[in-house]
DNA sequence: GCCTATACGTCAGCCTTGTTGACATATCTC
DNA sequence: GAGATATGTCAACAAGGCTGACGTATAGGC
């Protein structure tokens, strides 16, 4: 998981590459100029797909690695990995989950599900049962066990957001729901802010 | 394999677990401890780490995961992955790269590290010149080829955050950047803030 | 001018987690 | 009863992590 992007310098295209040392020890004329371009980037950010965003690229790679580094280190100790915590994860927040749904939430192939799904059910963190109206379906429920290692690891998660939330205001942090709400393909958005306030109940 | 390291894996009792049935179809009740749980969620956002940020945890996830899925179509063209999306754009960034540096800034091995870097360097995206002052370095930087495929990705996740801000007001957005670097790990934080912003120059 | 530490490359093998393709089984629906 | 659907499974493969071991060139201290 992971990933990043890329950019040439406003002031240096690439094929005037100048030496190392010349780019590196840039002379204050290019500081200048970079200068300028980060502070209309900081005025319409994103709004001109020329000036790159690059900060706030690095910033949510960055981010995101730290924010699945935690849970990592637990799995660990159960021989899981970020796959597992993630079935794991949409099983415990929406009990009787069927195989297809997961599949539609994760993306991955029935093949590649199985694999970890069958290694957390044979090692007591979930359990399937049939569908009661279809009995083709298989429910996914997470056993006690499942369920405290998954909330054990949603607090940690929720741990390093609330640090993040700490001192930023309330307006500031609905900001930032919307903005991740509005990273999201517009297409399934809807979906997923379904899927995000109360999965157990319509509501 | 998956062995649970000298751990007793805690048993999970199945009796203990309410229907399927009773579980999907709570009643008002639960449904009405659920709103204020979440009411009180929404106040005090991941202070309280008995009541799991769910909304921003799976936010997170889904936003991050178009984030990055916007580059891997172009890249797949080109027969790279993330691996080398993050290479590149970090060479693009840092003109004059050492591997050390690079190493430390994805935190993978050598070993992975090469493997993707040769076959950008092969197919012409990267370039490798001894350093001038210690020759053992290797300085990378991106061809122009590889300038403007990192440019291009850029300016593709650049757009997305673009229009993920243009309903966000001026404060909500720096509230969205202080949010995403307080979510990285206390002891970095500084060394990307840096990096991020600026890495020409010390300015 | 050595000698050691350092920067980097490389070979070999392993793991996780994704993929495709083909096929099996149970159950639902008409 | 026939066909569609939900799921499981076998086999093979790829990407991208990892460890361990070893090789080479250069820097730097003495």
Redesign the pocket.
């Known amino acids: 998981m ?1 990933q990043a992007t890329a950019k040439t310098l406003p002031d240096a295209p690439p094929e005037t590459r100048p030496d190392a040392a010349a780019l590196r020890l840039a002379g204050s004329d290019a500081t200048r100029v970079r200068e300028a371009a980060r502070a209309h980037a900081r005025e319409a950010p994103g709004q001109d797909p020329d000036l790159p965003a690059y900060d706030l690229i690095e910033l949510f790679f960055f981010a995101y690695r730290d924010f699945v580094g935690d849970p990592d280190r637990i799995l660990d100790d159960y ?8 079935v794991l994860h949409f099983v415990a927040r929406n009990p009787g989950l ?4 997961l ?1 539609e939430i ?13 290694e957390l059910i044979e090692k007591g963190f979930v359990e ?1 049962r ?2 009661t ?7 996914l429920f997470v056993t006690e066990a499942g369920g405290s290692l998954a909330l054990r690891l949603s607090r940690l998660q929720t741990q390093r957001i609330g640090r993040a939330l700490a001192d930023i205001p309330a307006e500031g942090r609905s900001a930032v729901a919307d903005f991740l709400l509005a990273m999201i393909d517009p297409g399934e958005r809807d979906a997923v802010a379904r899927r995000v306030d109360g999965p157990g109940e319509g509501s």
Do not use: C, M, W
Not at 133 to 139: C, F
């Open positions: 992971t021989g899981f990995g970020r796959a597992h915590h993630r069927t195989i297809a749904e599949l994760l993306r991955i192939t029935k093949q590649s599900l199985n694999r970890v799904l069958k399937a049939p569908g109206t279809d009995r083709r379906q298989r429910l």
